[in-house]
């Protein structure tokens, strides 16, 4: 319910992610004031902001009515829990968790605590996803390709975690694509196959290709994801619409074209939007605790076939 007042909030992990996404967008943001930030290792802050070592040490003080988790999935979920049971409001980075599972029972929790669970994935609030899941209703589709491929190096460098269990390595990224398809399409998209691409001593895949398919068309779906991408960063689905024609989506959802006309080149405004949300959401006491992008990577792990790299 609206007090007036900014709602106060903290970030825990303040990894990559949380210094180049997060703090900016909170910073942009009326509805929320950055408070505190937990981190086991000391980190640089925005004036006015507390470093705490930990969620507990943060809860302690009482200075926060929200967090957002942007630590690695692999601990998440405890995370969250100890959130909630403290009263606070949860806005989870994506992967929401390590599985869907976690996820459900998170939602169960802060449910029957009155507070809101966001499970927020950024890149279904790209500015094409609108505009291209009502042309995707109008038009139906007959066949779509994802291309998702970037270097994990230059994005991060020097960090292990994602070929962990539940790191999910090029998933890490593919998952963007994947909740863009759960915010456009018309019907609901299965995985039925998959490769992955494992280099030795990881647990998670380096690149995947992926065979998809829908209640209507059997093939002709498909996704490349590829972590170890040397050349200029692709973010793309290409739609074959219904009646024949075309719908791209480039830039992760920046740019988007309908029969190779331009329809929409927007700026990055994928948090600022999903605070707005997030805003909303605790206004009016609800969750959105979406689990469909996370259960597509969960089923591509299940049905892979391994190749060692």
């Given at each position: 319910?609206k ?13 990559q ?30 004036d006015g902001?507390t470093l705490?070592?930990?969620i ?13 988790i942007?630590?690695p999935?692999?601990?998440?979920y405890?995370?969250?829990r ?6 606070l ?9 390590q ?11 802060a449910?029957?605590s009155?507070?809101?669970?966001f499970?927020?994935w ?8 609108e ?9 139906g589709?007959s066949a779509m ?7 994990f ?9 994602f070929w962990?269990?539940g790191?999910?390595?090029t ?10 398809l759960?915010?456009s399409?018309?019907?609901p ?14 647990h ?17 779906f498909?996704?490349?994801?590829d ?12 739609w074959?619409?219904g009646d024949g ?7 992760g ?11 929409l080149?927007?700026?990055?405004n994928e ?9 909303t ?11 469909r992008p ?6 591509a792990?299940?049905?892979a076939?391994i190749e060692?790299?």
């Amino acid at each position: 319910m609206k007090t007036g007042e900014p709602i106060r909030i903290g970030i825990v992990g303040a990894g990559q992610i949380a210094k180049v996404q997060h703090i900016p967008a909170i910073a942009a943001s009326a509805g929320f004031r950055l408070t505190a930030i937990a981190n086991p290792v000391p980190v640089d802050v925005p004036d006015g902001v507390t470093l705490f070592p930990s969620i507990d040490a943060m809860i302690e003080a009482g200075i926060v009515d929200a967090v957002s988790i942007c630590t690695p999935p692999q601990i998440r979920y405890g995370l969250a829990r100890t959130a909630i049971a403290a009263g606070l409001h949860v806005l989870l980075e994506k992967p929401p968790a390590q599985t869907v599972s976690e996820v459900e029972d998170l939602a169960t929790r802060a449910a029957a605590s009155g507070r809101t669970l966001f499970a927020a994935w950024h890149s279904m609030f790209s500015a094409a996803v609108e505009p291209a899941r009502r042309i995707l209703a109008e038009r139906g589709v007959s066949a779509m390709h994802i291309v998702w491929k970037e270097d994990f190096e230059k994005f991060h460098p020097g960090v292990y975690w994602f070929w962990q269990p539940g790191g999910m390595g090029t998933f890490d990224s593919g998952v963007n694509a994947l909740s863009i398809l759960v915010g456009s399409m018309p019907e609901p998209v299965f995985v039925r196959g998959a490769t992955f691409h494992v280099r030795d001593g990881a647990h998670t895949p380096i690149s995947a290709t992926l065979q998809l398919a829908t209640p209507s068309h059997a093939d002709g779906f498909s996704a490349v994801l590829d972590w170890n991408h040397a050349g200029e960063e692709t973010w793309s689905i290409t739609w074959t619409l219904g009646d024949g024609g075309t719908l791209e989506l480039e830039q992760g959802g920046r740019i988007l074209r309908l029969d190779g006309r331009m329809l929409l080149d927007a700026g990055d405004n994928e948090y600022p939007a999903l605070y707005r949300h997030f805003e909303t959401l605790i206004d009016e006491g609800r969750s959105d605790a979406e689990t469909r992008p996370l259960q597509l990577a969960a089923d591509a792990f299940s049905l892979a076939r391994i190749e060692r790299v």
